[in-house]
């Protein structure tokens, strides 16, 4: 499982896709506002997806606990 969030600094969705090609079994999953540490962040300012980094009580992503159990259920 390749879960990749839209709004990363660090990674690139394409680079998740180029991960996801190199293996055959392997499954994409686009999280539209989530940044690298795949928390959701809700603007496009660099500065609010910095402050991701740092913010321990910010829950996870939208959608990545149910992509997880997805996945594992497959």
Same mark, same amino acid.
């Not at 603007?43 to 939208?62: E, G, H, Q, R, V």
């Given at each position: =499982? /390749? /879960?990749?969030? !839209? *709004?990363?600094?660090?990674?690139? /969705?394409?680079?998740?896709? #180029? @991960?996801?090609?190199? %293996?055959? &079994?392997?499954?994409?999953? @686009? =999280?539209?506002?989530?940044?690298?540490?795949? *928390?959701? /962040?809700?603007?496009?300012?660099?500065?609010? %997806?910095l402050?991701?980094? &740092?913010? $321990?009580? =910010? $829950? @996870?992503? *939208?959608? @990545? #606990? !149910? #992509?997880?159990?997805?996945?594992?259920?497959?």
């Amino acid at each position: =499982l /390749v /879960v990749q969030g !839209e *709004k990363d600094l660090q990674v690139s /969705v394409d680079d998740a896709r #180029a @991960l996801t090609a190199a %293996n055959s &079994s392997a499954q994409l999953r @686009l =999280l539209p506002d989530a940044t690298h540490t795949l *928390k959701d /962040v809700t603007t496009d300012d660099p500065a609010d %997806n910095l402050a991701t980094y &740092s913010d $321990p009580d =910010l $829950p @996870l992503s *939208k959608g @990545l #606990a !149910e #992509a997880i159990a997805a996945f594992m259920a497959d």
